[in-house]
C-alpha cells in the first residue's frame, strides 16, 4: 500500500488478519501481528480476532494467551472479547475454565449476551449432555434472551440422536412462538429421525408441516424422503414427491438422481426406471457420480441386457456436456483416467 501512498490502518491490519484466520493460517497471522503491532493502534477487535482464529484451529491455549495479552496492556475488555475466549476455550474441551471466566466476566460488570449462553449450550450438546443445554436455555430465558436458530438446531439435533424426537418437536414449537424461525436444518434433522425409522406418514407430515411453515425444503430433505421412500417400496408416493420437487422449482443435483438409481437398482423390477432417472440427468446435463454409471451398468449386465449399456453410453457421447461425453467410457466399463467428481467425494454412500 505504502508504494501507492497509502498508509494501511488499524481497519486493514484487523481485515487481513480476519481473512488469514478464516483460511486457517492463524499461526502466520500471530506472527504478522507481533511484528508490526508497535506500529498501529491495536484494539480489541485485533486481538479477539486472534482469539477466535486459535479457538477455531482447536488451540484453546493459545486462544487464552492472546486474551491474557490483551488484559494485559490495559484495553478495555468487552463482551465480544470474553465471548471469544469462552468460545475457543469450549471447542478445546476446556468447559470448566470456561465458566470460571463466564463468572469473572459478570464480576467486571459485563453482562454476558445470548451468544455469550449459547456457547454453553453448544458445548453441551457436543458432550451429549442435553440436561445442562436446557439448564442454559432456562436461565436465558429468566434473563429475556433468546437463542439464535443455530443453537436451537444443535439442541434439536442431539435430541433426536437421542432418540427423544417428542422433545424436539416441542422445540420446534418453541422457536416459533418465541419468532425464532426454524431453517430447513430444523426440520432435516427430525426428518432424517424418522427416515432412518422407515416412518412414512410422519415423514411425509413433517414435510407438508415444512410448507405450511414457509421453509422451502433443500436437497437433503428430498434425498431422505425419496431414499426412504424407494426402500419401502412406496413408489406411488415416490413419484408423487419427484414430481412436486420439480413443481416447487427445485432443479435436482447428481446425488438426487443418484439416490433414485441406486434405490432403483436394488429393488426388483425397478431397472427400467432406474434408466429412465439416469436418461433424465443426461439430458439435463447433470454429469453422474461414476459410481452411479458403474451401479447401473453392473446391474443391467447382470439381467442380460448388455445392449442398453450401449445404448446409454451411446447417449452420453452425445451429450453437450465435456464431463457426460468422458463418463460414457465409465458406462462401458473403463474408469482410466475418470476422478470421483467433488461432489461425489463429499457424498457418503449412506446419501444414496
Not at 490483551?70 to 475457543?88: C, I, K, P, Q, Y
Not at 435430541?159 to 436444518?185: S, T
Not at 417400496?233 to 438422481?257: C, E, L, Q
Not at 439416490?259 to 429412465?276: T, Y
Request: glycine share 6%; hydrophobic share 35%; with cysteine.
Amino acid at each position: 500500500m505504502g508504494l501507492y501512498g497509502l498508509e494501511p490502518g488499524i481497519n486493514d491490519l484487523d481485515h487481513l488478519l480476519y481473512v488469514l484466520c478464516k483460511r486457517r493460517h492463524v499461526r502466520e497471522a500471530q506472527v504478522f501481528l507481533d511484528e508490526v503491532k508497535g506500529g498501529f493502534g491495536v484494539t480489541v477487535k485485533t486481538y479477539s480476532i486472534l482469539v477466535r482464529g486459535w479457538g477455531f484451529v482447536g488451540e484453546s491455549g493459545e486462544a487464552r494467551k492472546v486474551f491474557d495479552e490483551m488484559v494485559m496492556r490495559g484495553l478495555s475488555v468487552d463482551v465480544h472479547a470474553f465471548n471469544s475466549v469462552l468460545e475457543s476455550l469450549c471447542k478445546g474441551g476446556e468447559v470448566d475454565e470456561a465458566r470460571r471466566l463466564f463468572r469473572e466476566m459478570r464480576g467486571k460488570g459485563l453482562e454476558p449476551d445470548a451468544f455469550s449462553y449459547c456457547i454453553f449450550v453448544h458445548a453441551a450438546c457436543e458432550a451429549d449432555d442435553v440436561h445442562s443445554a436446557f439448564r442454559v436455555l432456562d436461565r436465558m430465558k429468566r434473563y429475556g434472551l433468546v437463542p439464535n436458530v443455530f443453537t436451537y438446531n444443535a439442541i434439536i439435533n442431539r435430541l433426536c440422536k437421542n432418540d427423544k424426537v417428542e422433545e424436539a418437536y416441542e422445540l420446534l414449537d418453541e422457536m416459533i412462538e418465541r419468532n425464532v424461525k426454524p431453517d430447513v436444518w430444523s426440520y432435516n434433522a427430525i426428518l432424517s429421525f424418522h427416515c432412518n425409522r422407515l416412518e412414512v406418514n410422519m415423514a411425509t407430515k413433517l414435510v407438508s408441516r415444512m410448507d405450511t411453515d414457509s421453509c422451502d425444503p433443500d436437497r437433503h430433505t428430498y434425498n431422505m424422503l425419496l431414499k426412504m421412500l424407494i426402500r419401502v417400496g412406496r413408489f406411488d408416493r415416490v413419484t408423487s414427491v419427484w414430481n412436486k420437487m420439480i413443481d416447487k422449482g427445485f432443479h435436482p443435483s447428481a446425488s438426487t438422481y443418484a439416490v433414485m438409481v441406486h434405490g432403483l437398482c436394488r429393488k426388483k423390477g425397478k431397472l427400467e426406471d432406474a434408466c429412465q432417472y439416469f436418461e433424465m440427468m443426461v439430458d439435463d446435463g447433470i454429469p453422474p457420480y461414476s459410481s452411479t454409471c458403474e451401479l447401473l451398468r453392473n446391474k443391467i449386465i447382470g439381467l442380460g441386457f448388455a445392449e442398453q449399456v450401449e445404448i446409454l453410453a451411446d447417449k452420453m457421447e452425445r451429450s453437450t456436456s465435456c464431463t457426460i461425453q468422458d463418463l460414457s467410457s465409465v458406462m462401458r466399463g473403463n474408469r482410466k483416467n475418470i476422478k470421483p467428481s467433488k461432489e461425489e467425494d463429499s457424498s457418503e454412500e449412506s446419501d444414496y
